[in-house]
Structure formats: C-alpha cells, structure tokens
C-alpha cells in the first residue's frame, strides 16, 4: 500500500498581503484591501516602552502597497511566521527602520508626482533611502541602525515573492556595505575609572543595606540596586540580567559554588557564571572589591522576597526573579517587573542621592554596559593581562573582548597626552646636552634616581618603554639614529602580536615620537630635515645593535 499523501493546513488567521499578478509577472495589492481595517499593530508587552503602533499615516499617502505590504510583514513577526523573532526587536523595525523608510517614501512619490508601488522598490529607491538617512544630519552610526533595522522588514518581502531581489551586481538591490568603517566612529562605552568605580560601590553597598531587613517592602529601586551588585559580580549583558528566571541558580560540582545561569535571546543559548556561595562577609570576587555581599546569597533574597508576588504575575511575567508592586498611578499595586526604562530611572535617582561625579564634575554616567566594561577591565588587570581568562569571564570569544572591552580609557589617553607635552618642554630645555647621560634612546638626566629608576644603590635604570614618559629624558640632533632605531623596533612588534594589544601599548610610542619629539624639533630648528630624514633611513635599513630583533628578543623586558 503506498504512502499517503500528507496535506499540511494553512492557519487562515496568518496576515497575508492580498494581491494578484499583472501581465508582466508584477505584484499588485487588491485595492479593497487598503487600507485594513485595523491600521495599528498591537505589540503586547515587551521589554521596550512601545505596546503598539499605527500605520495610519502613510495610508492615503501615494504609497498603500508599501504601507500595507510592511504592515503585514510586522504582522507575520509579530505572529512567529518568520522565525523567532523577539518582539523587542520587532518594535525597532517599526519605531526606527519603517517610520524612516515610509516618510521617504512619501517624499520620493510627492518629487515623482505618482504613486508608488511595490516594483518601485529596487537599487534606486534604496540608494535614495540611503541619501536621504545621510541629508537628516544624524550620526552614521545612527543612519546605520536605522537602515539595518529597514532591511530585515524588505528582505521578507522579498521572500515571499512580493519584489523582485537583485542578489548580487552593481544592481543589487541593497549594497553589500553601505557604512564602511562605520565601527570605528561609534563611541562605545569606557570602563569606570578606579576613583568612578569606589564612589559607586560605596554608595551601592548603602543602597542594598535595607533589603536584608525584616518586612521590607518590595520596591522597584531596591530590586534595580540588588540587580545593580549582579551586574557589578558578573559582567552580563543586561536583557539576560532583567529577564533572569527564578530557576537561574543551578548545582555547580564544585564545593561552595552554584552556577547562575542566565538565557542570551540573541545567541539562543545560555550564559553560566560560577558564583561562590560563602558567607557575607567573605569577598565573592576579586574583581568588585568594593562590595561585599555574596551575590549567591543576594539572589536567594530577592527570590524569597519575590515570592510571594509570583503567583499575582501577569502570565508572560511568572518565573521572573526581578518583581515588585508597581507604584504607577494608571497601575498602582499590580505586580510587574523590572525594565531597562525602570533601571535607568533607579540608577539617575542613586546618581543624585549619593552625589556621584565623574572626573569633569558631571553627573556620574551608570548603565549595565558600563559595569559589563568595567567588570572586564578589572579581570584582566588582576590576572595580569590574560586575554583568555577574561574573554571567558564575559561568554566572549578572546577577539571579541580584546576588540570591544579592552580599549584603553579616557585616562590613559589624558596620561600619554600630557607625558608628550613634558616630552616638548625637555626638548626645549637649554641644558640639553650639558648634563644628561647617554642611553640607549637619547640622553636622561638621571638614570639612576630618575622617574622610573629601580632606586637602588648600583642599580641603573632600564625601563626604556617609559622613556617617553619620564621627566629626565631628552633628545638631541645626535640621538635621531637611536630613537629612530627604537621607533622601528616597536612598529616591529605589530606583526609578533596581537594587533589590538600592540595598539593599546605600543602605538602611542611612534605617534609621540612623530608629532612630538620630531615634529617639534623641526618647528623650532633644533633638528634639520635632512638630518631626520638620514636618521630615519639609517635606523630603516641598519638599526642601532641595541634595538636589533636578534639582540632582543622582546620589548617586554623594559617595560
């Protein structure tokens, strides 16, 4: 008896742009089914603000296909029709990519004097988009995010055959890198400072006293405090943190540890920390030194102080460790839980109660993406620059936490800068020459009781690597040869490294060198042209024997 025939059921509820093909094989949208009777797009909760959003506008606008054919596509998200898309992420396409591409859109049909229609979405109108996200004067980094949050919303149109795709050629229907080096003119965040990150703790450490007291009343600051020690402990994201699950603490095999096991949506995988379970006096980690609480024992609190309003929790909020009765005058007493609107509120109002600036006198600028920062910054100071057991610290891989979290800070830069302008102030000291000692990359005033010098009797500094920096160094006409020799000997190093760590500690040696020492001998006449110009050739082709690879093996030595 041969197989039968399966016949899968279509869900007649699932939006559909209803349409029918021209002559040519084009797309049309049945004029009756715009616009719908419903033009809004319920979002339901999610962890933005925005519960819905109303297409309304760009009907009636000279473009109804577009329109409606981008309002069932949100629909078909909305609906799980197109994979696991999370609803958050879905608003951003509306709030951002659509509401920019649908504004443009009117625009183009009001300069074509038409209507638009689906075929009209191609290279040009793309091109156009791109333009006109460029003319609005906002950030690339922002014109970036707006048209990657556009292309997801077309490329399912495409899909389902609604517009033709140009996959690949000068056509193509969505250029292969619009923002090129776009990745380096956006600012991430920095890591706290050490002075930042004290005054913070400290002030966290009062905040989170009162949830260890009897009969506290749940509020959604104390649990954004108790959510803020996490963060600080461990480094995650925040979506994770927020979203974290009453089940999160799990059974680890070691003695006195649990693992806190949080769910990453955009990897669709989770993220295991191992957490000490001590005491609350003993330190948890080295790496928040300033906070004492056992992060373990800090959980197991928040989690029997919520447990009670468990059971009150709306559906989609059951199981959330993070809950509280809301104080809302629309709302007031139902239970809800946190949201990153909630924790920037909570964290502006402990900013102001504790006083707490940074370095400019300013409001002290907390999110989780800071801690996450710091958090990194701090493991791979105390275990001595070892980019693995960072990255494995923050769920990355090594490139990714030596690209995105090891930057240097605004400190150190503030530190090299002003090391250079010392460098111009010694070069133009009239006692250069008189009373400084020769070395290896110029001349220093004191190499055995100088800045960097070990200080003890016999002993004579080494520290070449800090010679940029340190008071008593200067540079003569004669020492070109041998600074130019050291110059090269570190841009050597940029192929016996990684790349981003030879830029956190080493590329500021070749750009002192050149807009410093150089640049300002020649200004002010104490080095000629051609004189730099044969040290530099010199020191290119036969470096001084001091700062030969073969002598040397590694700069580290003198650092």
Known sequence: MGKRKVFTKTDLSVP???????????????????????TTVKFGRNTSTSRGFDFARWYNASIDPITYACQRQIERFIAGQEGSVAISTVVGYCRNGLRSFLDYCVLRAAAFGRNLALTDVNRDLIDGYLSHLAWLGVATTNQKTIYTQTKPVLLALTRRGLFPLVASGDAATFPRNPFPNSNRKGKGETALTKRERQAFTAALRKAIRPIWTDDIPVTGDLIVFALLV?????????????????????????????????????????????????????????????????????????????EPLDSEAPDDLKGRVWLYRSRS?????????????????????????YGLNDSDGKPLRINISRLRKTFANRIFELTDGDLATTAAALGNTPLVADQNYLAPDEEARRNWQFMGEVLVQ??????????????????????VGGQYAPKREG??????MNCLRCKHYAVTADDL??????????LAERSRMDKRRWAREYAHIPRLIDNYIVAEGLRRGSFKTAAVEAARERARSQPHPFWSVDLINSLEVFA
């Not at 010694?426 to 004191?446: F, M, N, Q």
């Not at 002993?459 to 070449?464: E, H, L, R, S, Y």
């Not at 040869?481 to 570190?490: A, D, G, Q, T, W």
């Open 230 to 306: 996490v963060a600080l402990h461990t480094g995650r994201n925040a979506t994770p943190l927020i979203e974290m699950g009453r089940d999160c603490l799990r059974p680890h095999p070691k003695d006195n540890t649990v693992f806190l096991v949080l769910w990453k949506r955009r990897g669709y995988n989770t993220s295991k920390v191992a957490l000490r379970s001590e005491s609350d006096t003993e330190r948890l980690l080295e790496s928040t030194p300033s906070v004492r609480t056992n992060v373990e024992s800090l959980i197991h609190r928040v989690i029997a102080l919520t």
């Open 426 to 447: 010694e070069l133009l000291s009239l006692t250069i020459g008189s009373t400084y000692k020769d070395t290896p990359l110029g001349r220093c005033a004191d190499p």
């Open 329 to 353: 005058r629309t709302s007031v007493g139902q239970v809800t839980a946190l949201s990153g609107q909630l924790v920037d509120k909570a964290i502006r109002r402990l900013v102001a109660e």
């Open 481 to 490: 040869y041998k600074l130019f020799s050291f110059y090269f000997r570190v």
């Open 16 to 38: 559909q742009v209803k349409h029918r093909l021209d002559t040519a094989g084009n797309v049309v949208v049945l004029p009756e089914a715009i616009p719908p009777t419903n």
């Open 459 to 464: 002993a004579t500094c080494m520290n070449f």
